[in-house]
């Protein structure tokens, strides 16, 4: 088993400078989450951008779903900022023959707080699970790509039709 992961950046791989009082985007953090894990398959990590969600252009986002769909692995894990995620997933709908799952992190992987870890696993047994597809692993539930969005007062992803609920749930519960 091998999985494809590809980093686009976002607050998941956010660092703090206390001289700066601001964050900037190092790098991936998917790497040491999936090692820490103890994860028993093979993984890849390639880094596309290292910036702010954003502040990911259209030609990132084609960038990526060239790279992924170039890519021999059929199970593809994408982290990424939380703010424009829906936007990318809907840009690798088109990628055929592949399970592809998003996600990310509302406080960097490096706090002690953060939801990274958390998120990471939701992430790894959904592109196990699934057929091919794209998703969106936040907030301990999986979403259809198209059918989510950040809701920021909450500070989580919710269906955006809340009777529909996420994958493999049934409707009104």
């Known amino acids: 088993m091998k999985l494809a ?14 001289d700066l009082s601001n964050y ?22 390639t880094e596309v951008t290292r910036k702010d ?4 252009t259209p030609a990132e986002r084609e960038e990526l779903r060239w790279l992924i769909a170039a890519d021999p692995c059929p199970h593809v894990l994408v982290t990424h900022g939380t ?17 592809i799952v998003l996600t990310g992190a509302m406080s960097p992987a490096r706090f002690a707080a953060s939801d990274a870890t958390f998120n990471v696993g939701c992430a790894v047994g959904a592109v196990w699970s699934l057929p091919p597809g794209v998703y969106i692993a936040m907030s301990g539930r999986v979403f259809a790509a ?6 920021r007062e909450r500070g989580r992803f919710e269906a955006l039709d809340a009777a529909a609920g996420a994958v493999g749930q049934e409707s009104g519960k």
């Open 5 to 18: 992961v590809y980093s686009m950046g976002g607050t998941i791989d956010k660092v703090y400078f206390d």
């Open 24 to 45: 900037t985007v190092g790098e991936p953090q998917v790497r040491a989450i999936l090692t820490q894990a103890g994860v028993d398959f093979d993984f890849t990590v």
């Open 53 to 56: 969600s954003l502040y990911v």
């Open 83 to 99: 703010d424009t995620m829906t936007e990318t997933a809907l840009v690798l709908t088109n990628v055929p023959g592949k399970t």
């Open 146 to 151: 198209g059918a989510v969005r950040k809701n």
